[in-house]
């Protein structure tokens, strides 16, 4: 079954050091993976999307994810983070061509000013 | 351009009850998916709607119903509900000409069952 695992359940990080949040996949064929982020109260916001093609992908507010097939990995990250990253992170995968998703259990970020 | 938009925001109902939830997609959007988000959770998929018919159903129950409407807008119906089903529910859209490789999810309407 199509799924993935996201290993920490908070990430803590100085405002203007580099984030990186950790997703790994187990899927069986080409793997479709997302990162959506959650803030309080909110809804999930789509932050950016791997389907095929470069392996370091470019999303909204400055986060990229890198694809990396071998280590079954598609960390997110961003450069300098901001007080106002601080949310909840999910990790996506697409389970089906319904684009039916299965989603991690969420990392919370937390940006200390 | 209104995004995904859900009603009511917050419900409470008591155990035993019916509840019905609210989803108007995306604009250009034609299929609808609900998620349910226990707390601490990730959201599990309860199921999807294209052209009024449920076209894929997750491991949830038959108390869990759902229906969408010529516009495109949809329904989630849960019967005899259970303190279980407290939970953040969340609509996404997309648009199945694009492959619906982005879904759109609206900000969910918080359910507690008391």
């Known amino acids: 079954a199509q799924s993935v695992a996201q290993p920490e359940d908070q990430v803590n990080v100085a405002e203007g050091n580099p984030l990186t949040v950790k997703c790994t996949y187990s899927v069986s064929g080409n793997p479709y993976l997302f990162w959506y982020v959650q803030y309080p109260n909110r809804g999930l916001q789509f932050l950016l999307k791997y389907i095929t093609g470069d392996n370091l992908v470019k999303g909204s507010y400055g986060f990229e994810a890198e694809f990396n097939k071998s280590q079954t990995s598609f960390h997110l990250k961003k450069p300098s983070a901001l007080v106002s990253d601080s949310a909840l992170y999910f990790c996506?995968?697409?389970?089906?061509?319904?684009?039916?998703?299965?989603f991690g259990k969420g990392n919370q970020v937390v940006v200390i000013p | 351009d209104a995004g995904v938009t859900q009603s009511p925001t917050h419900l409470i109902k008591t155990r035993g009850q019916q509840v019905t939830l609210r989803c108007s997609p995306k604009s250009g959007h034609d299929t609808v998916s609900w998620y349910q988000q226990a707390l601490g959770q990730g959201p599990q998929f309860i199921f999807q709607?294209?052209?009024?018919?449920?076209?894929q159903r997750g491991n949830f129950p038959d108390r869990f119903s759902g229906h969408q409407f010529p516009n495109y807008s949809s329904e989630l119906n849960v019967n005899a509900l259970l303190l279980g089903d407290s939970a953040l529910y969340l609509c996404?859209?997309?648009?199945?000409?694009?492959?619906?490789?982005?879904?759109?999810f609206g900000p969910g309407t918080r359910l507690t069952v008391t």
């Open positions: 996506a995968v697409r389970v089906d061509g319904n684009n039916r998703l299965a």
């Open positions: 996404a859209s997309g648009a199945r000409t694009a492959g619906l490789y982005e879904q759109y």
């Open positions: 709607y294209y052209e009024e018919e449920e076209r």
